[in-house]
């Protein structure tokens, strides 16, 4: 079966992950594709294959006969699709590309105009959505490629270590991570393969953090408030005044952090601002947590001691200070691309990823294009080209830590 035809098949199972559930996985439906994964990985002849109590599925490729030393390697994707919008029912289709727009239906287009990446795909084939559920290549077009390294490096007998394939749930609602104690899986390196265009990796994220500024104000009568009424809602907006205007989200790109106010809330006698804050060097990150202190003692030398507090908690940090000293599993990613004809290319991600969760708790995890574009909506599509080489490329990259390695194969 090839990845392509295995995507078709895991995008029917309707596999959206819940914030608002506590559960695990946060959804029974995703068992039904975790179950699927199971029983065919038992039919390929994989060892140790379970669903575990968080729903992720595991199986275990043992080494190939006559190879030993060899690291043990994970592979993981996960099988949930993102609350944001609907993965039930999706009616995807193969459609060749020709340029310009392409209308996916439900009034949905394609175009280059708002997705240049189109351009340079100019006569290949698209799998698409009809428009109205997203694709759900984000990420089981992971777990199709995973999946079908496993097949081809069985039927091809090609030499490798241990591998082991891990299919999680719940990866878009924070909790990927849930169920898996790296200690008991016992692997000396993983790979996510949960990233975006062809020959993209990410070996870095951002250090993230939350923070909860509480405002207590003095309420009394309007008509008689003067020199005591201090109103905790105009303080609020007061403190959102004071912090920097172009460290937003909205303004920043690349490597610039961001102070993000998530929301706000309030009245005259308290109020709440709650922000998230954000940036790959961690000394930056805690620049950011003193912006928001001395903005506070600002305040509060003017309203008094207490009228404003800060509380900030760390939520995750950048892996590649875990992936520093394991340069070889990128420079591996680059040769295996390299073989393919692929230029490979390192992103510094956004936002957090399961990778960086197991590199901290320690197995160093980077992670993989999937191939796919526009995550997360109904214009997510993946070019079966893109879905193929994949395959290629997880193949040489688990049959390389067969191997002595030399990292002058990664250039191209
Ligand atoms: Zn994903």
């Known amino acids: 079966m090839t990845a392509t035809e295995r995507f078709f098949k895991y995008i029917a199972y309707h596999t959206t992950s819940a914030e608002e559930e506590s559960q695990s996985p946060s959804t029974a439906r995703q068992l039904q594709l975790t179950r699927a994964l199971a029983e065919e990985m038992e039919a390929m002849g994989l060892r140790d294959v ?24 994970a592979f993981l994707a996960h099988v949930d699709t993102a609350p944001g919008t609907s993965g039930e029912n999706v009616q995807a289709r193969i459609v060749r590309y020709e340029g310009g727009e392409l209308p996916l239906g439900h009034g949905a287009v394609l175009s280059p105009a708002r997705f240049p990446a189109l351009e340079g795909l100019v006569g290949q084939e698209l799998i698409v959505t009809d428009g109205s559920t997203l694709l759900g290549a984000d990420d089981k077009a992971g777990v199709a490629e995973i999946m079908t390294m496993a097949q081809r490096l069985l039927e ?10 891990i299919f999680t749930t719940d990866e878009e609602v924070g909790r990927g991570t849930e169920g898996l104690d790296v200690k008991v899986l016992g692997c000396d390196y993983g790979y996510t393969v949960d990233g975006g265009e062809l020959g993209t990796y990410d070996w870095e994220n951002f250090n ?66 709650d922000y998230i804050l954000r940036d790959h060097d961690r000394a930056l990150l805690e620049e950011k947590k003193a912006v928001l202190q001395s903005a506070a003692e600002r305040l509060n030398a003017i309203y008094g001691p207490g009228a404003v507090q800060v509380e900030t ?36 991600i956004r936002g957090g990823t399961d990778g960086a969760q197991l590199s901290w708790a320690g197995l160093p995890c980077p992670n993989l294009s999937t191939g796919g574009y526009n995550f997360h909506g109904v214009y997510e599509f993946i070019p079966v080209r893109s879905l193929e080489l994949m395959v290629s490329v997880l193949c040489r990259l688990a049959a390389g830590f067969a191997a002595p390695f030399d990292p002058g194969q990664a250039a191209v």
């Open 50 to 73: 379970h669903v575990d109590a968080c729903g992720n599925a595991l199986g275990t490729l043992p080494a190939t006969p006559g190879v030993s030393g060899a690291p043990v390697l």
């Open 156 to 165: 091809e007998g090609t030499p490798h270590g241990e591998l082991r394939l």
């Open 208 to 273: 993230a953090a939350s923070a909860r500024v509480s405002i207590r104000g003095v309420s009394i009568h309007p008509g008689s408030a003067k020199g005591v009424m201090v109103n905790a809602a105009a303080l609020a907006a007061q403190f959102q005044d004071l912090l920097p205007k172009d460290q937003v989200p909205e303004r920043t790109a690349g490597y610039e952090g961001f102070i993000h106010l998530c929301s706000i809330r309030g009245d005259v006698s308290s109020a709440e601002l």
């Open 313 to 348: 908690q760390d939520t995750y940090y950048n892996m590649r200070e875990k992936l520093e000293p394991h340069r070889h599993l990128l420079q591996r990613i680059e040769a295996a691309f390299a073989a393919e004809g692929i230029q490979a290319r390192a992103q510094a």
